[in-house]
């Protein structure tokens, strides 16, 4: 890189065992029209890979030295991975995306065009999802959503507080240096590695709760690639689930569910969901043998997130846990960085 003062975007992968679909990620962003301009580094986060993965990150950044670093996070999971990238990163915006994502040629000019808006502190990208084989007929929109698609057109607008709260999608995210100095960083007991999802979906609650606004910017694209045994039916069933274990973390269901009641022993709440399970999952059944299978998959899935959800809240609770404690990863934002071309601009 021509010196550090000139990095002004930090791209963070971070990435276990997907050694082949890194490799497109790395290609889709080492181009020779990207790699022309050096106000910008590709940092790699290894979270502890046993295949090949370590060797192809440590080959890229030796091949690319001034815009490449390969980085290694041994404490397993994403958010772990996630914060080491950030604490190393040397950029004033901070780009997320995943090793089984493709890049668009305008990837970076997008963040350039947008992010010198000091208006726009956080935003989600254009991600959509491309499916190897045929689509199965019971994986609707919102389902879809799940796999991270995320296309809600071709205008920059703020997102609502009812998607931005659900639509920060971790694998195309964008964020400015004093977000992460003001709120913190990524929960570790969040996310793959720990309960499996919502790490990215607590950090961008925590982000509106501290005034800041999301917006929608498709001039920042990417393509995602996830492997065919993500779209099996026994894969949602365990996604969701999981995606009620990590909503647990960080959702007030005495707020939210006033039936709710501290003093009732937890497993009373296991056996009471794990029976509505059953029996929403009879339900789910009937209705796929009737030819509704977008509802019978719908009828399941909310069942087994809910078994999660206050499954987990209950052993939570019962442990006396509220909350995890948010990482430091940005010490002082008020420390200088240099800005964009564009940063003068205002919307």
Request: with cysteine.
């Given at each position: 890189?021509?010196?550090?003062?000139?990095?002004?975007?930090?791209?963070?992968?971070?990435?276990?065992?997907?050694?082949?679909?890194?490799?497109?990620?790395?290609d889709?962003?080492?181009?020779?029209?990207?790699?022309?301009?050096?106000?910008?580094?590709?940092?790699?986060v290894?979270?502890?890979?046993?295949?090949?993965?370590?060797?192809?990150?440590?080959?890229?950044?030796?091949e690319?030295?001034?815009?490449?670093?390969?980085?290694?996070?041994?404490?397993?999971?994403?958010?772990?991975?996630?914060?080491?990238?950030?604490?190393?990163?040397?950029?004033?915006?901070?780009?997320f995306?995943?090793d089984?994502?493709v890049?668009?040629?305008?990837?970076?000019?997008?963040?350039?065009?947008?992010l010198g808006?000091?208006?726009?502190?956080?935003?989600?990208?254009?991600?959509?999802?491309?499916?190897?084989?045929?689509?199965?007929?019971?994986?609707?929109?919102?389902?879809?959503?799940?796999?991270?698609?995320?296309?809600?057109?071709?205008?920059?607008?703020?997102?609502?507080?009812?998607?931005?709260?659900?639509?920060?999608?971790?694998?195309?995210?964008?964020?400015?240096?004093?977000?992460?100095?003001?709120?913190?960083?990524?929960?570790?007991?969040?996310?793959?590695?720990?309960?499996?999802?919502?790490?990215?979906?607590?950090?961008?609650?925590r982000?509106l709760?501290?005034?800041?606004?999301?917006?929608?910017?498709?001039?920042?694209?990417?393509?995602?690639h996830?492997?065919?045994?993500?779209?099996?039916?026994?894969?949602?069933?365990?996604?969701?689930?999981?995606?009620?274990?990590?909503?647990?973390?960080?959702?007030?269901?005495?707020?939210?569910?006033?039936?709710?009641?501290?003093?009732?022993?937890?497993?009373?709440?296991?056996?009471?969901?794990?029976?509505?399970?059953?029996?929403?999952?009879?339900?789910?059944?009937?209705?796929?043998?009737?030819g509704?299978?977008?509802?019978a998959?719908?009828?399941?899935?909310?069942?087994?997130?809910?078994?999660?959800?206050?499954?987990?809240?209950?052993?939570?609770?019962?442990?006396?846990?509220?909350?995890?404690?948010?990482?430091?990863?940005?010490?002082?934002?008020t420390q200088?960085?240099?800005?964009?071309?564009?940063?003068?601009?205002t919307?």
């Open positions: 890189m021509d010196g550090e003062d000139k990095t002004c975007i930090t791209v963070i992968i971070c990435t276990r065992n997907r050694g082949a679909s890194l490799h497109h990620t790395l889709s962003l080492l181009t020779p029209s990207n790699l022309a301009r050096h106000d910008w580094e590709l940092i790699v290894d979270n502890g890979s046993t295949d090949d993965t370590k060797r192809i990150a440590t080959e890229v950044a030796a690319f030295p001034s815009h490449v670093r390969a980085l290694a996070e041994p404490k397993r999971g994403l958010s772990n991975a996630r914060n080491r990238g950030v604490r190393a990163a040397r950029g004033e915006i901070l780009a995306t995943d089984d994502c890049c668009e040629d305008g990837y970076l000019a997008g963040i350039r065009e947008v808006y000091t208006e726009v502190e956080v935003a989600v990208g254009r991600t959509l999802l491309v499916l190897d084989g045929k689509r199965p007929v019971w994986l609707n929109t919102d389902l879809a959503r799940c796999l991270c698609d995320a296309d809600f057109g071709t205008e920059l607008h703020e997102l609502p507080y009812s998607e931005a709260e659900r639509f920060l999608y971790g694998c195309n995210m964008v964020v400015r240096r004093p977000v992460f100095a003001k709120i913190g960083g990524f929960r570790p007991d969040l996310g793959a590695g720990a309960t499996g999802f919502c790490e990215d979906t607590e950090f961008g609650t982000a709760g501290a005034g800041y606004r999301i917006f929608y910017v498709p001039q920042i694209m990417v393509r995602h996830p492997s065919t045994g993500r779209l099996k039916r026994r894969m949602f069933f365990g996604r969701f689930f999981r995606q009620g274990l990590s909503e647990a973390h960080f959702i007030d269901y005495t707020r939210l569910n006033p039936a709710w009641n501290p003093a009732t022993p937890g497993w009373r709440y296991r056996i009471y969901y794990a029976k509505k399970t059953v029996l929403e999952c009879g339900r789910a059944l009937r209705l796929h043998f009737a509704q299978p977008e509802e998959m719908k009828v399941a899935l909310r069942a087994f997130q809910a078994a999660g959800s206050f499954s987990e809240y209950a052993r939570l609770h019962r442990m006396g846990i509220n909350q995890a404690q948010i990482p430091e990863v940005v010490k002082d934002e200088p960085a240099p800005p964009c071309e564009a940063s003068s601009n919307l």
